[in-house]
């Protein structure tokens, strides 16, 4: 482990062991969470449990798109932001400090943008030692306490499979366990997570909803192309692109071979 490591393991309180961390390449450029009592105004995560206080979140955020715009992928961009503020530090800490957040939904607050798009995340101090390395468990009270109940609550007010939630998820995930091994502090940290992603059931017997996410598809580039299993449905808004990784794009369709 190399100094700044040590130093960052050694730090008593985990929320400035993972604040310093995210002062240093390669996380430098994402958006850290928040500690302690809001100075904002937020709301506790578990209310995007409660149909109405949902439904108002996803109103404010559907009229940035227009009279009319496309629920299902409204809330789909909605969930990526959402998804991307809980997991990634999350699991930054879980990986790199071998430390829980305290990322329950009756825990966590939400600080939301005029439009409702989740601005940043607040968390009460304190986090607390993994209780389990074992790849299959140690996310538990990420994907199964919070996750879960809130991929359940977007595709009922918004009709849209769970598997495209699970997916915008996977996404992140996918990015967080290779961003972690390539850590030039924590080399090969990733490892516990991409091998969660690669297990197509869960130890209680359930497929594994975030089984690949993404793939690696040999497209004639110089490497390989990183392309998502599942489309986000983003594109059904007026003027919006697919995006790169988009398993709808042309390009990155493999080739079928000629008979």
Same mark, same amino acid.
């Given at each position: 482990?190399?100094?700044?490591?040590?130093?960052?393991?050694?730090?008593?309180?985990?929320?400035?062991?993972?604040?310093?961390?995210?002062?240093?390449?390669?996380?430098?450029?994402?958006?850290?969470?928040?500690?302690?009592?809001?100075?904002?105004?937020?709301?506790?995560?578990?209310?995007?449990?409660?149909?109405?206080?949902?439904?108002?979140?996803?109103?404010?955020?559907?009229?940035?798109?227009?009279?009319?715009?496309?629920?299902?992928?409204?809330?789909?961009?909605?969930?990526?932001?959402?998804?991307?503020?809980?997991?990634?530090?999350?699991?930054?800490?879980?990986?790199?400090?071998?430390?829980?957040?305290?990322?329950?939904?009756?825990?966590?607050?939400?600080?939301?943008?005029? !439009? @409702? =798009?989740?601005?940043?995340?607040? /968390? *009460?101090?304190?986090?607390?030692? +993994?209780?389990?390395?074992? $790849?299959?468990?140690?996310?538990?009270?990420?994907?199964?306490?919070?996750?879960?109940?809130?991929?359940?609550?977007?595709?009922?007010?918004?009709?849209?499979?769970?598997?495209?939630?699970?997916?915008?998820?996977?996404?992140?995930?996918?990015?967080?366990?290779?961003?972690?091994?390539?850590?030039?502090?924590?080399?090969?940290?990733?490892?516990?997570?991409?091998?969660?992603?690669?297990?197509?059931?869960?130890? !209680? @017997? =359930?497929?594994?909803?975030?089984? /690949? *996410?993404?793939?690696?598809?040999? +497209?004639?580039?110089?490497? $390989?192309?990183?392309?998502?299993?599942?489309?986000?449905?983003?594109?059904?808004?007026?003027?919006?692109?697919?995006?790169?990784?988009?398993?709808?794009?042309?390009?990155?369709?493999?080739?079928?071979?000629?008979?």
């Amino acid at each position: 482990m190399t100094e700044m490591a040590e130093v960052a393991a050694r730090l008593e309180d985990p929320a400035e062991a993972l604040l310093a961390l995210y002062r240093q390449p390669p996380l430098d450029k994402l958006k850290a969470p928040r500690f302690g009592v809001p100075d904002v105004p937020t709301i506790v995560a578990s209310a995007l449990l409660d149909h109405e206080e949902l439904e108002a979140v996803l109103g404010r955020f559907m009229a940035t798109f227009g009279e009319g715009a496309d629920r299902k992928a409204a809330v789909s961009i909605w969930s990526k932001f959402h998804f991307s503020s809980v997991s990634i530090p999350t699991l930054v800490a879980n990986l790199l400090l071998k430390q829980a957040l305290p990322v329950g939904l009756s825990q966590m607050r939400l600080e939301l943008a005029k !439009d @409702g =798009r989740p601005a940043h995340i607040w /968390l *009460p101090e304190g986090a607390e030692p +993994l209780l389990s390395q074992d $790849p299959l468990v140690r996310f538990d009270y990420l994907f199964d306490d919070h996750c879960a109940p809130v991929v359940e609550a977007l595709a009922a007010i918004s009709g849209l499979s769970p598997k495209v939630f699970w997916s915008n998820l996977g996404h992140y995930v996918e990015f967080v366990g290779k961003t972690c091994s390539q850590h030039p502090l924590f080399e090969g940290a990733g490892e516990p997570l991409l091998r969660y992603l690669e297990a197509r059931t869960l130890p !209680d @017997g =359930r497929r594994n909803p975030l089984y /690949l *996410p993404v793939r690696y598809l040999e +497209l004639g580039g110089e490497a $390989p192309t990183r392309v998502r299993r599942l489309c986000c449905v983003k594109y059904r808004l007026p003027d919006e692109p697919l995006c790169g990784g988009c398993p709808l794009k042309p390009e990155n369709r493999p080739a079928k071979p000629s008979r």
